[in-house]
């Protein structure tokens, strides 16, 4: 039926969010918000046993276990996008779509972010689909890139090959927007 392949399609994709401050229940411990995201998944869990997925998916995501029964609010922005990542685990999904999981995050925490998906990549061979502007993180944490604008993708290839010598326009501008280490802005 239409109803059981839109919930396998569910459970073989999940979203993490970009914004980790309005994509979590603020009344919800992050233990419960995990758990439900178990219950989602259709499988059936003992008590005992969620309690466990969750202390083991907060681990996944280098949270302390303990902490399960805090609210988000008790949690920094890059601990919460931990908590959001996290939960799309809690299906146990083969692909991730990761949109724009670090542009909320202060710069200091989006490596820390990043270096969490590729572990998770290659630790559970997740395959990821990963929304950016930035085609520095781009670089950073894909195989492959397809650059969109309007809808339509642009151009498509080997991400070190098509940064190298990109075609499209957009693909350029696009490229003049990373920020340049060690050049100071100025507004004169």
């Given at each position: 039926?239409d109803?059981?392949?839109?919930?396998?399609?569910?459970?073989?994709?999940?979203?993490?969010?970009?914004?980790?401050?309005?994509?979590?229940?603020?009344?919800?411990?992050?233990?419960?918000?995990?758990?439900?995201?178990l219950r989602a998944?259709?499988?059936?869990?003992?008590r005992d046993?969620?309690?466990?997925?969750?202390?083991?998916?907060l681990?996944?995501?280098?949270?302390?276990?303990?902490?399960?029964?805090?609210t988000?609010?008790?949690?920094?922005?890059?601990?919460r996008?931990?908590?959001?990542i996290?939960r799309?685990?809690?299906?146990?999904?083969?692909?991730?779509?990761?949109?724009?999981?670090t542009?909320?995050?202060?710069?200091?925490v989006?490596?820390a972010i990043?270096?969490?998906?590729?572990?998770l990549?290659?630790?559970?061979?997740?395959?990821?689909?990963?929304?950016?502007?930035n085609?520095a993180?781009?670089r950073?944490?894909?195989d492959?890139?397809?650059?969109?604008?309007?809808?339509?993708?642009v151009?498509?290839?080997?991400?070190?090959?098509?940064?190298?010598?990109p075609?499209?326009?957009?693909?350029l501008?696009?490229?003049?927007?990373?920020?340049?280490l060690g050049?100071?802005m100025?507004?004169?």
């Amino acid at each position: 039926s239409d109803l059981a392949a839109a919930r396998t399609a569910r459970r073989r994709l999940q979203l993490v969010f970009q914004d980790p401050f309005s994509a979590l229940d603020p009344r919800m411990s992050i233990g419960d918000s995990i758990a439900e995201a178990l219950r989602a998944s259709g499988r059936t869990w003992s008590r005992d046993a969620r309690v466990a997925r969750v202390r083991e998916l907060l681990t996944l995501v280098h949270l302390d276990p303990d902490r399960a029964g805090d609210t988000p609010a008790a949690f920094s922005g890059g601990q919460r996008q931990r908590v959001t990542i996290a939960r799309a685990l809690a299906g146990e999904p083969s692909v991730l779509i990761a949109d724009e999981v670090t542009s909320a995050l202060d710069v200091s925490v989006q490596g820390a972010i990043l270096n969490l998906l590729r572990e998770l990549q290659e630790r559970l061979g997740l395959s990821m689909l990963f929304i950016s502007h930035n085609l520095a993180v781009v670089r950073y944490i894909s195989d492959d890139i397809a650059v969109m604008r309007h809808g339509r993708i642009v151009e498509s290839g080997p991400t070190d090959e098509l940064l190298a010598a990109p075609s499209a326009a957009y693909t350029l501008d696009l490229l003049d927007a990373v920020p340049v280490l060690g050049v100071r802005m100025t507004t004169e």
